[in-house]
């Protein structure tokens, strides 16, 4: 046993050193002044000059416009993820609870279409956001990003809802409640842990997305962080390093956090719907 | 069921039969998906057969016309290949490495949940924030990679360049042919973003950077799947260490490493961000893929048409990949 974790220890540790040392060095820029970050004499590694400061979040916080993108992208994903609970919650235990070919045939067809990526799709829906006159307007992301999540909320969802006997419900029907009622109380209850789930990984695709907000939005008051930060904070020849590096930490760290949180129900759900 | 309902709730009965209810609860899902995914599909195989220009959504019929002059562009052929390299390689990396990362997870450690955040740190994050962090770490003139590779990092003890350890090991003439490898000097060191190839290498780092932890993740799954009894079958039988994995648990994770390789290869090939980010398809164009060659064509160069078509070029291996994971789907069924 402890010949085991050490072996564990032996690969994890530098495959986890390497994975997480993009963002030690963010962290590291993010907190040096730019009199030591761009003094080629200096160790790097070490804090120099006035470092470590704050002055990069401050520069960030109130100089730029990133709480304005981090709001908007706020906004886009609450929105969102609203659109795809409506959407995906009665979708996903309907295939759950719909046996046979059909019920199979249109859950594999919904996951399938989750493969057709955005870039695919970016080229005709610009046109179309413009035509609706949705153009640098957040609505267009709002009515667009769903055509992702919903796919794979979906799927996760049946999962879920697959791994709650059906017997649960027919017992509560047997005592006089009815279908809505039962699923009301019998059924959604359990299933909140996989509604969670899906919240928090709508909401990162939504932090996630790239070219969208490219195509469709064109002002730096209506970005979202994803797209703001590479466009309005890298112009031209001007480059705010240590705010770059520190505008990536402050969603990444709480991102990730959420995440290793709901590991194991991630797991739980991507291979309940299928593959098992 | 139907001996509980009484004469007065017909109307409800009726909704809640399953033959109803079912396909009224699925309905709003699959129009929306119909209409936000299949409708822009068809635009898209509409306009990449026409001469449409940003202005407008319509044009005129030309055929095929936008497929072949967007093959006879040598750009688009670079693209081609480079699309296939980045997600061939990428892949490969990420296949090995998530195996031994998931194969170490699986088991209870003191302070697996730290690690476990480390390595989930790269999947996390946002793909166009963390592409701008390695702007700063492949930087030309403050590149903390140059930094290390030229610099003493045994300051006061044996003098140690990791540089000339990588100089003695590959940059040689009498290195066997097909890799020629420059060698580094401390005054000039390597342009991660300026020269051709190392582009393509940082490239292809990010990615497989970016997936280790999805696939990680997948792998994870699977061998928590594994029957125990399997464990102590292989023990009885004397299989351990190497055997065990060759002829257990390799043929029985095969299936599920196949899922995380498709998603793997999905996500790859059609990511436009991490190359739009770090190198915009340059050094003149030598690091363009399909997808952001799509986009310098149907954007920046307004011929929506010809980028439609780049594009679609996406299609059939995408439409090979869906093919495999539902030949894949329906094999599970069976067993």
């Not at chain 2, 480079?82 to 296949?95: H, K, P």
């Amino acid at each position: 046993m402890k010949r085991e974790s050490l072996l564990s220890y032996l690969v994890v540790g530098p495959f986890a050193i390497v994975l997480a040392f993009p963002f030690y060095w963010m962290l590291m820029t993010s907190l040096r002044s730019d009199d030591d970050l761009y003094d080629i004499q200096q160790v790097p590694f070490k804090f120099n000059a006035d470092s470590p400061t704050i002055n990069n979040y401050k520069f960030l916080l109130q100089d730029t416009d990133y709480l304005r993108w981090l709001e908007n992208t706020v906004i886009v994903g609450v929105a969102v993820v609203a659109i795809t609970l409506v959407l995906a919650l009665p979708a996903g235990y309907a295939l759950a609870r719909l046996s046979g070919r059909w019920g199979q045939g249109v859950g594999v067809g919904i996951f399938l279409t989750y493969l057709v990526p955005p870039t695919l799709l970016f080229l005709p829906l610009s046109r179309v956001v413009a035509d609706l006159d949705l153009n640098d307007r957040l609505w267009s992301l709002i009515v667009v990003y769903p055509s992702f999540t919903v796919p794979f909320s979906t799927w996760l969802l049946m999962g879920f809802f697959k791994t709650i006997p059906p017997e649960l419900e027919d017992a509560a029907l047997v005592d006089g409640a009815s279908r809505l009622g039962a699923l009301a109380r019998v059924v959604f209850p359990l299933s909140v842990p996989g509604i969670l789930t899906v919240v928090i990984f709508s909401f990162s695709l939504v932090f996630n997305e790239f070219i969208y907000a490219l195509t469709f939005i064109s002002s730096s008051e209506t970005r979202t962080i994803s797209s703001g930060v590479p466009i309005e904070l890298i112009r031209g020849d001007v480059f705010y390093w240590g705010a770059l590096m520190a505008a990536t930490l402050i969603p990444a760290v709480p991102l990730a956090l959420l995440y290793n949180a709901f590991l194991n129900r991630f797991i739980a759900g991507f291979t309940g719907g299928a593959f098992r | 069921m139907a001996s509980v309902a009484t004469s007065g709730r017909r109307w409800q009965d009726t909704l809640e039969e399953r033959r109803f209810l079912a396909p009224l609860l699925i309905a709003p899902a699959v129009l929306f998906i119909a209409l936000l995914v299949g409708v822009p599909l068809v635009l898209a195989i509409y306009l990449s057969l026409t001469d449409a220009t940003a202005g407008s959504l319509t044009g005129e019929f030309v055929g095929l016309r936008n497929y072949l002059d967007a093959w006879d562009d040598e750009n688009f052929r670079r693209a081609l290949k480079n699309t296939v390299i980045f997600t061939v390689v990428s892949q490969a990396i990420v296949l090995v490495c998530a195996g031994f990362l998931a194969h170490a997870l699986v088991r209870n450690f003191r302070g697996k949940w730290l690690l476990r955040f480390f390595i989930l740190l790269p999947w996390a994050a946002p793909v166009a924030l963390s592409t701008v962090g390695f702007l700063w770490i492949f930087h030309s003139l403050y590149s903390v990679v140059n930094w290390t590779l030229t610099h003493d990092i045994f300051p006061g003890g044996p003098a140690f360049y990791p540089y000339k350890a990588i100089n003695w090991a590959f940059a040689r003439d009498f290195w066997p042919g097909a890799i020629q490898i420059t060698p580094i000097e401390p005054i000039d060191p390597p342009q991660w973003l300026g020269e051709p190839h190392l582009a393509m290498a940082a490239i292809i780092l990010i990615h497989a950077w970016r997936i280790i932890p999805f696939a990680t993740v997948i792998f994870i799954a699977g061998l928590a799947s594994m029957p125990p009894e399997i464990d102590d079958a292989a023990k009885v039988d004397g299989a351990t260490g190497l055997r065990k994995f060759w002829y257990v648990t390799f043929p029985l994770q095969l299936p599920i490493a196949l899922v995380a390789l498709l998603f793997g290869i999905v996500f790859t090939a059609t990511d436009i961000t991490v190359v739009q980010v770090l190198t915009q398809g340059g050094p003149f164009n030598s690091t363009q893929i399909l997808t952001t060659w799509a986009y310098a064509t149907g954007i920046n160069g307004a011929a929506l048409g010809e980028g439609a078509a780049i594009s679609l070029y996406l299609l059939p291996p995408l439409a090979l990949v869906a093919i495999v994971m539902l030949w894949f789907a329906r094999k599970v069924e069976v067993t």
